[in-house]
């Protein structure tokens, strides 16, 4: 089973309004044109609705009380949330709309090779990035930047994007 979390509890300070609502559709799109069973996506600053008013295409919302630690501490929410039998995770960020299925392809190749695994894209790590169970109880609250990780390349792809501001999102 391949499982995936989609961290969207961050406040969207620097977007000014709760860009997951806009760019979530484009990221669970990319996963389900990947080889995705379960997705889990976090929410915290602002509620994710698991209604008709967004397709979250099968998805199931968790809410991290505790989102404003830090991203490890959604990450960990995400994780808590995954079917007991999930071996590892894959994780995505919200504001990634432009994320390749093959990418997430790639990194999933990988994930009997190390404990971590992340895309690289001209060499800047990114994601998406799998992360091994025995690791789900070391995440540090600033997520997995700090935890060494096996390189994948995709800088054959457009990265899944960092969506911070209003202006970044006009071509969606």
Request: contains cysteine.
């Amino acid at each position: 089973m391949v499982s995936a979390v989609v961290l969207a509890a961050g406040a969207a300070t620097r977007f000014g309004s709760p860009k997951q609502l806009l760019l979530l559709p484009y990221v669970l799109a990319g996963l389900q044109a990947a080889p995705v069973d379960e997705v889990v996506i976090v929410s915290g600053a602002y509620e994710i609705p698991d209604d008709d008013t967004l397709d979250l295409e099968g998805a199931r919302v968790v809410s991290c009380p505790d989102w404003a630690e830090g991203p490890g501490a959604s990450l960990r929410c995400g994780l808590a949330a995954l079917d007991p039998s999930a071996e590892s995770a894959l994780i995505v960020l919200a504001d990634g709309p432009y994320i390749d299925p093959r990418a997430i392809e790639r990194v999933l190749a990988h994930r009997d090779q190390a404990d971590f695994v992340a895309a690289t894209y001209d060499g800047t790590r990114s994601h998406p990035a799998v992360i091994a169970r025995s690791l789900w109880d070391r995440i540090p609250n600033d997520g997995g930047r700090e935890l060494e990780a096996l390189l994948i390349p995709c800088q054959d792809l457009i990265p899944p994007g960092d969506i911070d501001t209003p202006d970044l999102a006009r071509d969606l």
